[in-house]
């Protein structure tokens, strides 16, 4: 939906072309809709069984596990949102869909965009006075490689807590909703609604926590091929834990013939191979170069390649959920009005990070900010699913790899609801 890839399976260039009226794109928006609400669902009954049985909790268990369900169902019922009702920016007051807190059998009605982000907002603020008890705040917990190889002398301080020590329910807080995650999507929440000061403020209590290192160079382009790390896992404020997924993953990305590959030129333009992408580790690592004389010349994704041996690997198999390079962008774009210097250097760090050295020049007007916002998060973002979102919150038209301009409408950024949905709205 990004027009980041050339597919050859008809359906995804039916979903790529924004032809939802076709029975197969249906289909997948059916299930998205059932299986997100399903989710939903488990959360609300988490929420139930915590509070009917606090007494049974030890310690702080019962607020952790109450306020990741909060931060979850809040997550969740924003993808939908994201993707099924009209933006804030488009329409506020339009009707979206059901913010789903109970376990029922009866229907929740439809709220409008405006009502759906408050209760997300109240979910998560509720969710982060929960979690002020995370172990991930202290200074004791350590973020990085479980199974990382060492060489060299390394600091006591700079070697991952996150697996060792403590009550193994209390390990591992980045593969779950976190506080530091309540925070994350607070900043995504607040900035679609435009209300830029609480975005900012969000976002900076995860930079400034300086809990997420960034990912090193050495680290990244590892010459020990279990020991690569293609995702910057250090730096995943949170994400979901998928190690059965790895031959899906090869199949759609990096398998002999994927779908999900772009062609060699789309891939170049993307990362801006002619200028600043030269130098970027993202293009000189993310893919495999693929050449045939007989079909156009592609780029295989290796971003969510494995060792065949899970436990070797230096970290497990993520699906990134919240990055610590997203509170940047966040931070950069939300700061740009008050304070210009302040969000070229968020933006910069970025980069800086990712191997670019060029900066933005400080004479830089807003609307090219923002252009260079988004081509920086397109890459950041490639696989991830997050691009499109971004489109639609800013209402930018889509161009694909033919030149075709997609205008800035429900069209193409809202997806139809299931048809008894429809009903049900109406």
Known sequence: MAQNYAPGNVSYKNIQSFLYADAGV?????????????????????????????????????????????????????DLLRLFAPSYKNNPAAKAIPYVTTISIKSTPFSTTTEILDKIIGDLTAAKLLLKSDPIINGGYVVGYPNKIYTGNVADED???????????????????????????????YLYKEDFAKSLENANEVIDAKKFPWTTKEDFFSSVSNQKDRIFYPELIAGFYIPESKDMLSDYFSDSSPEFSPLLEQKDIIFEKGTVGADDWRWMAW?????????????????????????????????PAIRLSEMYYIAAEASFDRDKAKAITYFNTVREHRGIGD????????????????????????????????????????????GQVYPATNRIFVLPLPLDEQAYRN
């Open 359 to 402: 900066g933005l020049p400080a004479s830089i007007d807003k609307t090219e900010f923002m252009n260079k916002l988004v081509a920086e998060c397109r890459k950041e973002f490639f696989a991830e699913g997050q691009i499109f979102y971004m489109y639609k919150r800013l209402n930018r038209d889509i161009t694909n790899t033919n």
């Open 159 to 189: 070697i991952a807590t996150e697996v060792s020590g403590g009550d193994i329910f209390l390990q591992n807080r980045r593969h779950r909703m976190n506080y530091y995650a309540a925070c994350g999507e607070l900043a995504r929440v």
């Open 26 to 78: 249906i289909g997948d928006n059916d299930r998205i809709w059932i299986n997100i609400y399903k989710a939903i669902g488990y959360c609300n009954a988490i929420l139930e069984a915590v509070d009917a049985r606090k007494d049974v909790f030890s310690g702080n268990n019962y607020d952790i596990v109450k306020g990741e369900a909060l931060t979850l169902r809040a997550y969740l019922h924003f």
């Open 287 to 319: 893919f495999t170069d693929v050449l045939s004389t007989n079909s156009p010349n592609r780029a295989y994704l290796r971003k969510y390649d494995r060792n065949s041996d899970q436990v070797g690997n230096a970290h497990p198999l993520m699906a």
